[in-house]
């Protein structure tokens, strides 16, 4: 059991890790879905929109020696997405690339011909008209339309579950933008944000997709090109063995699953999905092996606040079911345990600053690799002394309290 301090109370986190491999059986002759859209390419050229934004710079992929040492692997990476352009997390890639293709869209120019300086100019402005861009989010892609609205001289509105925390308002508001906390959970929130857009004529930049809604949720993922582009780069010679990743909707999780598959084809490496048990809608719909996507509903009650999703994206779904090995639910304190092993690193290994949702995967891998209960688990996905794992630690301490808190201990 793992314990976490919260001011004079102390919350007592369990540490729990459940897993269940891919079962889903296609029908005879049908084919595994494309992802093409997530070529080598098509990353290039989201990753040449981004090099042109005034503070981009490939983010640090942390070696982790020390900690692999101890973890009994041969080498664990960490990419750190805590100062991707000074908002603290990945999400800022998915929201600018959608606002650069709407750009694009609306005044009938390619990617190629918008640049950051462009989207800011007056002239871009009075080409697009008043625009509202609205969404829904735990946080971290609310301050990231936030930002690229704000970039455009245009005015967003973000929708947030009744249980934000007051931080990731704040984050929001600061960037200009109006915060409607809600009564709902986050897959309410994003039914409002739908439907109020659909009202007033605004844009949805969701980074989630449904039925009918899945040209810039497929933008977004795309954007997140960028961030697996750079890791590959920066991982050179080296291959992974093992790759985890954390997912909320999913379009993370699915934009890197497809482009690994485009990188390396179908002798990638061995890939799960991370998720918090109370919000584990991938998880849950792999245990029923039926092909379709299940819904968790209710609070979503969880530290991990960008994971805390019920409803898996329809474009992110195709793609986990048809290219993941695995799926992992697991308890708070193995975002919290990960949370320290990166923030108090070993001697002679770097610190990552990780907050909830940045650090779940590596609470995993330590779990498998230290906890005697999960052997059997490690064998099943060879996690062992030839083993190399690549993780991203997608946020910093974008709730610094929590984050405090948990480090406190
Ligand atoms: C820090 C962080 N990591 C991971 C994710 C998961 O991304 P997705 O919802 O695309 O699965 C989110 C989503 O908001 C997030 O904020």
Redesign the pocket.
């Known amino acids: 059991m793992d314990r976490a301090g919260f001011g004079h109370t102390v919350v007592e986190y369990d540490i729990e890790v459940e897993y269940v491999a891919t079962r889903y059986q296609r029908r005879a002759g049908s084919a595994r879905c494309d992802t093409g859209a997530f070529s080598v390419a098509a990353a290039q050229s989201v990753r040449s929109f981004h090099r042109g934004f005034k503070d981009y710079y490939p983010t640090p992929l942390v070696a982790l020696q020390r900690l692999a040492d101890s973890l009994g692997i041969t080498r664990l990476w960490v990419k750190d997405?805590s100062r991707r352009f000074g908002l603290d997390?990945?999400?800022v890639l998915?929201a600018s690339h959608a606002v650069g293709r709407f750009v694009g869209q609306q005044l009938g120019l390619e990617l190629e011909q918008i640049s950051f300086d462009f989207l800011r100019l007056p002239q871009t402005r009075a080409r697009l008209g008043g625009r509202v861009f609205v969404t829904a989010?735990?946080?971290?892609?609310g301050r990231a339309v936030a930002w690229a609205a704000r970039q455009l001289g245009q005015k967003a509105v973000v929708f947030l579950p009744r249980n934000v925390s007051a931080a990731r308002v704040a984050h929001i508001r600061k960037l200009g933008a109006e915060a409607r906390v809600t009564d709902g959970n986050f897959d309410e929130s994003v039914r409002l944000a739908a439907e109020t857009a659909a009202q007033h004529g605004w844009v949805l930049l969701q980074?989630?997709a449904w039925e009918g809604y899945e040209q810039v949720p497929l933008w977004?993922?795309q954007g997140?090109l960028t961030l697996f582009a750079e890791a590959i780069e920066q991982l050179g010679p080296e291959r992974p063995t093992h790759v985890l990743?954390?997912?909320?909707?999913?379009?993370?999780?699915?934009?890197l699953r497809a482009y690994l598959r485009e990188q390396y084809g179908d002798s990638g490496p061995f890939f799960a999905v991370v998720e918090p048990k109370n919000a584990a809608c991938f998880y849950q719909s792999a245990k029923t092996g039926d092909g379709a996507p299940k819904t968790v509903t209710g609070a979503l009650e969880t530290i991990?606040?960008?994971?805390a999703?019920g409803e898996p994206?329809t474009l992110?779904w195709r793609i986990l079911r048809d290219y993941s090995d695995g799926f992992f639910a697991c308890s708070d304190g193995v975002a919290a345990k990960g949370m320290q092993l990166l923030g108090r690193p070993l001697p002679g290994d770097a610190a990552v600053v990780s907050?909830?949702?940045?650090a779940v995967t590596t609470g995993v891998v330590a779990c498998l690799c230290h906890d005697a209960a999960l052997r059997g688990l490690r064998e099943k996905i060879q996690l062992n002394a030839q083993s190399k794992v690549l993780l991203?630690s997608?946020?910093g301490a974008?709730d610094p309290d929590m984050y405090r808190k948990i480090m406190s201990r």
Do not use: C, R, W
């Open positions: 997405e997390a990945f999400k998915g989010s735990d946080g971290n892609h980074d989630t977004v993922m997140y990743i954390q997912a909320g909707v999913g379009s993370l999780g699915a934009a991990m606040a960008g994971l999703a994206s992110a907050g909830e949702s940045g991203f997608t946020e974008t």
